[in-house]
């Protein structure tokens, strides 16, 4: 009997921390492993830690606060800025930015639409789409092709996954 073409998958998990990327084929409930690739320092944080670095940068300016300057105030911008970030995964328009007595007594506010935080974490992008790039190239060079039409799918897990502009990334570098 013809051997069944094995099922060429792709798994790219973006953690909070690091970013890992997994090819592997399956044949009847085998699997094998092909090739791996992850970065340490590439992951959802590094979204957040923009969105943090910009909006102290902002309320240094319009309200004269040094969040940076104090732990709990740093925490909290933290905090909220990981929910915006997935508030904006799901919607285009401006989102607000509200959180009561940050410090010295004092409420921010602010807003941040999705095109603006994109553009705050171009790096973050570019960095997320060499390692895939890269990748590619690594499977290339050990006999492993990964073709659209050899290959049957992406799988994106982990945190940042939601953002779109992974999703973006990952069908124009996979095709799929």
Known sequence: TEEEKPRRVVFCDIGHSQTQLCAADFVKGKLKILATSSCRTLGGR???????????????????????????????LESECEKLKKTMSANQNKIPLNIECLMEDRDVAS??????????????????????????????????????????????????????????????????
């Open 111 to 176: 807003k941040i639409d999705r095109e603006r935080f994109e553009e705050l974490v171009k790096d973050v992008l570019v960095r997320f789409e060499k390692l895939c790039t890269d990748f590619i190239a690594t499977l290339a060079d050990l006999g492993t092709p990964v073709t659209p039409d050899c290959l049957y799918s992406v799988e994106i897990v982990g945190g940042s996954s939601r953002v779109p502009k992974i999703k973006e990334i990952i069908a124009r570098v996979f095709q799929k």
């Open 46 to 76: 590094d979204f957040d830690l923009a969105l943090f670095d910009m909006f102290c940068d902002e309320f240094k300016e319009k309200y004269k606060l040094d969040v940076r300057s104090n732990p709990r105030a740093s925490i909290r």
